[in-house]
């Protein structure tokens, strides 16, 4: 990192407020639960980001459902996708012929859910759909847009609420702009 100022410090603004979360996640887990029930679906959580996210989000879905964890990276330390998405846990569940509800932080370029969509679809789910927090269409590198999102983003570098930048950030209650001066990367 370039230069830390502190946790709060090093951010220039809040995006989205943890009351603005909290009624989305609700307003979400309603039209999942409506659209899911008696499905049994499968919550997939692809980790790290998607943490708090999905476990406010499974406890707003208000009907029988099951969860696994998923983990993939793609980012290094840095802010631009590398192109390379590798599976580092795979889930631990058979999804053939299940519902399977992929719940994700942050859909930038698209590649790692398009990976991750083909990789699942090959082994016959019922139904797959996505699920983002955050949304940055500007950056969309292949075409696949999420079933339902949180927020639409601008093509800032966000962190908090899961989401990080080199590891650091997760822990903020809030999604948050990082300073310039910390990520180095000039527009
Ligand atoms: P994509 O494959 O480019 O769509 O990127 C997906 C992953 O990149 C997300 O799940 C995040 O982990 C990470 N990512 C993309 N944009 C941001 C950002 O603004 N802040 C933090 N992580 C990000
Ligand atoms: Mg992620």
Excluded at 27 to 39: N, P
Excluded at 40 to 55: A, D, E, Q
Aim: glycine content about 8%; hydrophobic content about 40%; aromatic content about 10%.
């Amino acid at each position: 990192m370039i230069n830390k100022m502190g946790l709060h410090e090093d951010i220039a603004y809040v995006l989205v407020s943890e009351e603005e979360l909290k009624k989305k996640v609700k307003e979400i887990g309603a039209l999942l639960t409506e659209e899911y029930r008696g499905k049994n679906p499968i919550f997939v959580c692809v980790m790290k980001g998607s943490v708090h996210f999905f476990s406010d989000l499974v406890r707003e879905f208000d009907d029988y459902c099951e969860i696994d964890f998923l983990s993939s990276s793609s980012y290094g330390d840095g802010t631009e996708h590398t192109g390379i998405v590798r599976i580092n846990k795979d889930l631990d569940m058979s999804i053939t012929g299940r519902h399977v509800i992929i719940v994700e932080d942050i859909m930038d370029s698209g590649l790692t859910l398009n990976h991750l969509t083909g990789m699942l679809n090959a082994r016959k789910p019922a139904s797959i759909k996505i699920v983002t927090l955050l949304d940055k269409p500007a950056r969309r590198r292949c075409a696949i847009n999420p079933d339902y999102y949180g927020f639409v983003v601008p093509d800032e570098f966000v962190v908090g609420y899961g989401l990080d930048y080199a590891q650091a950030y997760r822990n903020l209650p809030f999604v948050g702009v990082l300073k310039e001066e910390v990520h180095g990367i000039k527009k």
